[in-house]
């Protein structure tokens, strides 16, 4: 509890989580009224910053699919230079920040700089997209592993993916940012041996009132994801843990379509 | 947050997250509070069930390696007896209903009894251990990609694990519950081809005031889990992302020795 102030010139790199301002922690709420000021990601809503006190300074960096607003290295260094000014710094990250968040070049930049940084866990996408559709991203029998990996290349480069482990069965794959790659994860997944009837699950803007998701299958994934109107974060997850049938839930704020799935 | 409420007949499976009860969400607390009966796992403490309402049932059916204190059909069944019986139910488990917890065997009996059922993420065990120790679970040119597996394996069964895979570079693996298989895991990651020297992150009762943790190398794993004297749960995570030096954080709660990397 103690270790929800902040020390000013101190940088705590906090999960805001997927989007829902109720799958913040206890801990990050806290941190963020703690903080004298705030850099978030385009990923973080108004209702998360909402939180934070009058008078917290608030300062997008938030980098989108093809639309960087900052380069790292420009917030790298204005996380260091806020650390020097005695700032309380939150640097308020989408989800967890240990996930595909590039807290790593933030962290060597802080201790290349001498400036005592921590981490505040948070709730990762892949989490709360199974949550709403009421799955679980591993079940004994169907999936003895769950792989994390981005879909989102560096700038002119391909896909660098190890096609033939996220095929090798009994795993789930939640692939983060894929909405643009979702077409040629599929049919790389497809060529590495996966069945094209693997069920797959998509969500967009999971936990947040825009949320979109889609009960497909492998070789619809594409299709599914083009399908979904938003311009959200998408998540795809694919295996045999999302064929789960689904229980008796209100399907309120969510489209459970299995039209494309029907068709084919 | 209208979801914060639970009607009568309901079961939420909720996550606990990994310990430390400001590491709950928000919306977590808020289930927790509006409960009626709770069942929850062994690894769920104390300062997490405090939170819950004077007169709320709390009732244990957790599982600990090697003592189950009652069957996954009987905690079924009291989850689905609970519900026809009209309580607000609430089901809390250690980090993330939809990893390693089983969950998906307590949705389809809930199904099948026709109960509605839903599930409020959680932080889970790896983020948290990766963030005890300032480290990150992904990293630009070291981890394209993260693995989380379980080192437990069902009753008179050997751990059914792909090694070629999960060794197969550029990737970070985390290992739930992985005290009791630590050396067998080491050796088969290392027969597979992985570096005796990758770096491997061994955190016991992640994000407690009971933490212990050790920053060691593949080849002493099984020395570095028998090292920690704790009995709680255990993660170990292995990959050249547990590697980045740590920046300058208070090391209050937490004994990262070096002392067995040394001695190789």
Redesign the interface.
């Known amino acids: 509890?103690s270790?929800?102030c902040i020390h000013p010139g101190t940088v705590w790199l906090v999960?805001a989580?997927?989007g829902?301002?109720?799958?913040?922690?206890?801990?990050a709420?806290?941190l963020i009224r703690a903080a004298s000021i705030i850099f978030h990601d385009a990923l973080v809503g108004p209702e998360v910053l909402a939180i934070a006190e009058t008078g917290t300074r608030l300062v997008p960096v938030g980098k989108r699919a093809g639309r960087h607003s900052r380069s790292q290295e420009a917030i790298n260094g204005l996380l260091v230079q806020a650390a020097k000014d005695g700032e309380r710094v939150v640097r308020l990250k989408g989800g967890?920040?240990?996930?595909?968040?590039?807290?790593?070049?933030e962290?060597?930049a802080?201790?290349n700089a001498?400036?005592?940084?921590?981490?505040?866990?948070?709730?990762?996408a892949?989490?709360?997209a199974?949550?709403?559709a009421?799955?679980?991203?591993?079940?004994?029998g169907?999936a003895?592993?769950?792989?994390?990996?981005?879909g989102q290349a560096?700038a002119g480069e391909r896909l660098?993916?190890?096609w033939?482990?996220l095929a090798?069965g009994r795993?789930t794959v939640a692939i983060y940012m894929g909405k643009a790659a979702a077409a040629g994860i599929a049919r790389e997944l497809m060529r590495a041996g996966l069945a094209a009837s693997t069920p797959a699950l998509i969500v967009e803007n999971a936990s947040l009132p825009s949320e979109q998701s889609l009960s497909t299958r492998l070789d619809l994934l594409g299709l599914g994801a083009a399908a979904l109107s938003g311009d959200g974060p998408m998540i795809l997850i694919v295996g045999e843990?999302m064929g789960?049938?689904?229980?008796?839930?209100?399907s309120a704020g969510m489209s459970r379509q299995p039209l494309l799935a029907e068709r084919s």
Not at 96 to 105: C, L, N, Q, Y
Not at 244 to 250: F, L, Y
């Open positions: 509890m270790e929800s999960g989580g997927p829902d301002p109720d799958l913040l922690t206890r801990k709420e806290r967890d920040p240990s996930v595909f968040g590039r807290s790593g070049e962290l060597a802080l201790r001498g400036i005592p940084a921590r981490i505040c866990p948070g709730v990762t892949a989490s709360a199974a949550a709403s009421c799955l679980t991203l591993t079940r004994r169907a003895r592993q769950l792989v994390l990996v981005t560096r660098d993916l190890d033939d482990l090798s795993t843990s789960q049938a689904e229980p008796g839930r209100p």
